[in-house]
């Protein structure tokens, strides 16, 4: 079946706009997680969701990175006023009640110049 | 979270057995081993985990110390499409949202 995906899997942007990244998570899949991955390190997690709620957010680095998933599966992380630091890719992943194993996307790319 | 410990990177021959050690001394009653690796442009990907005992699976092998404060990723014949960067992982089984706190895994370089 389907893996993950998301899109757009490049984003460049000025500083200063605001990027949406989409996520779909496998097919009836109730966790879904967001990841920030700079260059040349690991992941890092940002937050997490359990169906159409929001339960750890405690990765996100400032209020201007704010993420949903309103239907409980579909989700998106918007980034408000985009900085130069917030060039990284960002990874989505779900998992099912099979709580072990987490499957990821491939990742967006986003560079702010 | 609990810490782990790996090398930076390795190199190995093709066909040949690789090891990737890591450390964990701080790891809890409650904390599982994970694995994951990362192809070049991909995402990551589940590799195998465990709680106490050895266990197998058909990407590799996760031997686990006695004492839990290390545990060892055996892939039994390295190809050319094992070249990523692996990552140990430890898993709180009792707290909520099951995240992944990766470090700087071990690069696996293959030589053909």
């Known amino acids: 079946g389907a893996g993950v995906s998301q899109s757009p899997r490049y984003k460049v942007a000025k500083r200063g706009q605001d990027v949406a990244l989409r996520c779909d998570p496998i097919?009836?899949?109730?966790?879904l997680f967001w990841y920030q991955q700079a260059l040349g390190q690991g992941p890092e997690f940002l937050t997490y969701?359990?169906?159409?709620?929001?339960?750890?957010k405690s990765g996100l680095p400032s209020d201007r990175f704010f993420a949903e998933r309103p239907e409980g599966s579909v989700s998106t992380l918007k980034i408000q006023r985009t900085q130069q630091e917030d060039s990284a890719v960002y990874l989505c992943a779900s998992s099912s009640d099979r709580i072990y194993e987490q499957f990821f996307g491939p990742g967006t790319r986003l560079t702010v110049l | 979270d609990a810490k782990t410990t790996q090398p930076n990177s390795m190199e190995s021959n093709e066909e040949e057995p690789v090891h990737l050690p890591c450390n964990h001394s701080?790891?809890?009653?409650?904390?599982?081993i994970h694995w994951y690796r990362q192809l070049p442009s991909q995402g990551p990907e589940y590799v195998i985990h465990?709680?106490?005992s050895n266990v197998n699976n058909r990407m590799a092998s996760l031997a686990i110390a006695e004492d839990r404060k290390s545990s060892t990723l055996i892939l039994h014949r390295a190809t050319l499409r094992d070249a990523a960067v692996y990552y140990c992982?430890?898993?709180?089984?009792?707290?909520?949202?099951?995240?992944?706190?990766f470090g700087g895994g071990t690069r696996v370089l293959v030589k053909p």
């Open positions: 992982i430890l898993r709180d089984n009792q707290a909520a949202g099951n995240k992944l706190t």
């Open positions: 097919s009836g899949h109730v966790s």
């Open positions: 701080t790891i809890s009653g409650t904390d599982y």
């Open positions: 969701f359990q169906n159409e709620a929001q339960l750890d």
């Open positions: 465990g709680l106490t």
